[in-house]
């Protein structure tokens, strides 16, 4: 059975549609890929076993009556970020603030899945409250990185990124406010896309920042995340920010493209993502990258976004003044934990908060705090919103004028050592340098593996394209991989 997990979906699913081995199987055999390295790597918090085998079970009677017309993911197991709410199954985003919280309903992605076919297998860990770019700031304690026990795995879904390089789950579903998807993919060698700002509905996902939060997913190909992507997406009347677009099939599109579809493809190459205190090996990585393409047929030029370098500060401006809003409100009286260990109202307040959040969470509240308090606003808040608009235009621009994807490095290094960054905050806000900006201008972001560094770890690189333009990154990425052939399944297979 350990040979179910190295599989891809398209494999999964012709070898469920030809019998050669069952839904229940297919669950069972990543449900023991789980058990047997769960302890190990901590990347899941929840493992839903007795309720992915019963999902299992009614895929097999889907399958047998409608065999190739089921739903693309029938039978398919994949994890969920504990961000995500999950009816009937504790939701705890990580934090002991939501200990024992069992949401009513799931969130549209995760019904999505559910309308798929797919079985959902568990909730997987991350930073706490997704505030974090390491996954060392989780209640449940450090995910680690299956290439090296001793490094992170990038966050803040890097329990979800995990799940999926080291074969517990063939897709999963994460968030990305400043890179939390494409991080991680980068320091894990597999595939992650934050789609573009409205294309996938965010209801029922626990809000962080919420004019940023987006959710996408891990695959270990970019067929795998072609589909997953495609399932999610649509216009949700439960969320107001969600778009009313088409929907194209990514899937359909990556098979069917061609190397031709590059020829004459811009390429562009912003100056400012290559810095001083980059490692050397993740430079040298990406730079031959670009070699990569244009042997493909793709034009590459050099561009500016020269507002870049305030966009790590707009944006540790931005964020932290929506989560002090938006954690407003677990407060020990409607759900979750609430201290025991108080006299009056206010404290029974101030001792839930205390002991509910941890540390990162309590200093991202403050920030957040201070810079929407008055004398501050305009200062800092407003000025901040006025920097993310020089931001989105510096992308438009580039788009309108020089280029057709623009290509960076997703981290300016490798996976580092856990323990490393956890006495300097500002040290750990650098790693999400080059993905923030996407962030805040809203635009689709997909991390590739495009190699190791000298200890062995993965390098990513970073595909970005207009708003929608979800269909061109697949394409590029898929000709980029069938030419590099990295081997996502690495950690599957050990």
Not at 455 to 462: D, K, S, T, Y
Request: aromatic share 8%.
């Amino acid at each position: 059975m350990e040979r179910l997990i190295s599989l891809s979906v398209s494999e999964m699913r012709n070898g469920l549609l030809q019998k050669d081995f069952s839904a229940v199987e297919l669950t069972q055999a990543h449900l023991q890929r789980i058990r047997k390295t769960n302890e190990e790597f901590n990347s899941f918090i929840s493992i839903c076993e007795d309720a992915a085998l019963a999902q299992a079970a009614a895929a097999e009677t889907v399958l047998a009556a409608e065999q190739g017309a089921s739903p693309a993911l029938t039978g398919i197991p994949v994890a969920i970020k504990d961000l995500l709410l999950t009816k009937g199954i504790e939701t705890t985003c990580a934090s002991k603030i939501l200990t024992g919280f069992i949401p009513p309903y799931d969130c549209t992605a995760v019904a999505k899945l559910k309308e798929a076919g797919a079985v959902i297998i568990g909730k997987t860990n991350l930073d706490e409250f997704a505030m974090g770019s390491s996954n060392e700031y989780s209640a449940y304690g450090p995910v680690r990185n299956p290439w090296n026990k001793s490094c992170v795995p990038g966050g803040s879904s890097g329990g979800s990124a995990v799940a999926v390089c080291l074969g517990q789950s063939p897709l999963s579903l994460g968030t990305d406010t400043g890179g939390s998807i494409r991080q991680p993919a980068s320091l894990t060698g597999v595939c992650g896309m934050k789609p573009t700002y409205g294309r996938v509905s965010r209801y029922g996902a626990v809000a962080y920042a919420s004019s940023l939060d987006q959710i996408g997913g891990f695959a270990r190909s970019i067929e795998d995340l072609a589909l997953l992507i495609r399932t999610i997406s649509g216009k949700d009347p439960n969320d107001s920010t969600s778009m009313e677009v088409d929907v194209p099939d990514y899937l359909a599109e990556v098979r069917t493209a061609s190397k031709t579809q590059l020829q004459g493809l811009r390429i562009g190459v912003p100056k400012e993502y290559f810095i001083p205190g980059m490692q050397e090996e993740v430079e040298k990585s990406c730079l031959a990258s670009l070699d990569v393409f244009r042997h493909l047929g793709a034009e590459i030029v050099e561009i500016s976004l020269p507002h870049t370098e305030y966009a790590l500060a707009a944006y540790y401006i931005i964020t932290p003044a929506e989560a002090s809003s938006n954690l407003a409100r677990y407060d020990g009286v409607r759900y979750g934990f609430r201290s025991q260990d108080h006299d009056s109202l206010a404290e029974m307040f101030e001792r839930t908060r205390a002991q509910g959040f941890g540390a990162e969470v309590k200093r991202r509240i403050m920030i957040g705090s201070y810079v929407l308090s008055a004398g501050y606003y305009d200062a800092y808040y407003l000025k901040a919103q006025q920097v993310r608009t020089l931001i989105i235009n510096d992308f438009k621009q580039a788009f309108a004028n020089h280029c057709d994807v623009i290509l960076t490095p997703v981290s300016p290094t490798t996976a580092f050592k856990i323990g490393e960054k956890a006495d300097s905050p500002l040290t750990m806000y650098l790693a999400d340098i080059f993905t923030v900006p996407i962030n805040l201008a809203g635009l689709p972001g997909l991390s590739l593996p495009c190699g190791l560094d000298s200890a062995g770890l993965p390098v990513g690189i970073q595909l970005v394209g207009p708003p929608f333009a979800e269909p061109r990154l697949f394409i590029a990425a898929a000709a980029f991989a069938r030419e590099v052939a990295f081997d996502s399944r690495k950690m599957a297979l050990s």
